[in-house]
Structure formats: C-alpha cells, structure tokens
C-alpha cells in the first residue's frame, strides 16, 4: 500500500528555515517523478519543486528558485524540502505527492499524496 507522510512544518520567523521531510512507503522514491506543493488558505495547489524519476532533474517554481532545495534519501525512501530565506507568503499546508502526469515540465496531477504539514511564517 503507497503511504506518505509529511513532518517538520512549524512556526518561522520571516528569514528562517525549515526542513520538512516525506516518509514513502509501498513503492521507491527512485521510481517515480515526486513534488512539493502547497496550499494557503483560500487558494487553489501551487507546486514548488519537482523531482524527475532517477533523481537527476530537478525543476522549481519562480517562488521557491534560490530559496528551496529538494533532495531525498533512497535507503530510507524519504523526500525532503529544505526552506531558506522564509517569507509570510510561503504560509501554507505543504503536501508531498507522487506525479502522474507532466505538462510542459511541470506536474499537473498525482496519484498519491499525504496529509501535509503546516508551515506558518510571521512575527
């Protein structure tokens, strides 16, 4: 059964940072094309970051280019999303999902994704 679960969201200051981590189960990460995306309050699902099958090619959004890096761990089978610099604007619910279907470089849906983790940025 494909399992994901996300962790790491929390409370930020504007400039901090923050890990967030996606535990897989039932499939390897190494297998499929995975993303970020996140949700506001109110707003439609934007992606951030997307990793192509193999790990090589690695695409991100205007927002998270410079400031977010995504990465993984294949022996422990999880996706990270590492978030420098943060802004208010990046307040949202952040959902890792596994991609189905590519448009023009970008995901345009998934299959699975997880419950998502909160990341909220003020002072």
């Known amino acids: 059964q494909v399992q994901l679960v996300e962790s790491g969201g929390a409370a930020v200051q504007p400039g901090g940072s923050l890990r967030l981590s996606c535990a897989a189960s039932g499939f390897r990460l190494d297998d499929y094309e995975m993303s970020w995306v996140r949700q506001a309050p109110g707003k439609g699902p934007e992606w951030v970051a997307m990793?192509?099958?193999?790990?090589?090619?690695?695409v991100y959004s205007g927002a998270a280019q410079g400031r977010f890096t995504i990465s993984r761990d294949v022996a422990n089978n999880t996706l990270y999303l590492d978030l420098n610099n943060l802004e208010p604007e990046d307040t949202a619910l952040y959902y890792c999902g596994r991609v189905y279907l590519v448009v023009a470089g970008r995901p345009k849906a998934y299959d699975y994704w997880g419950q998502g983790t909160q990341v909220t940025v003020s002072s």
């Open positions: 990793m192509y099958i193999g790990g090589e090619k690695i």
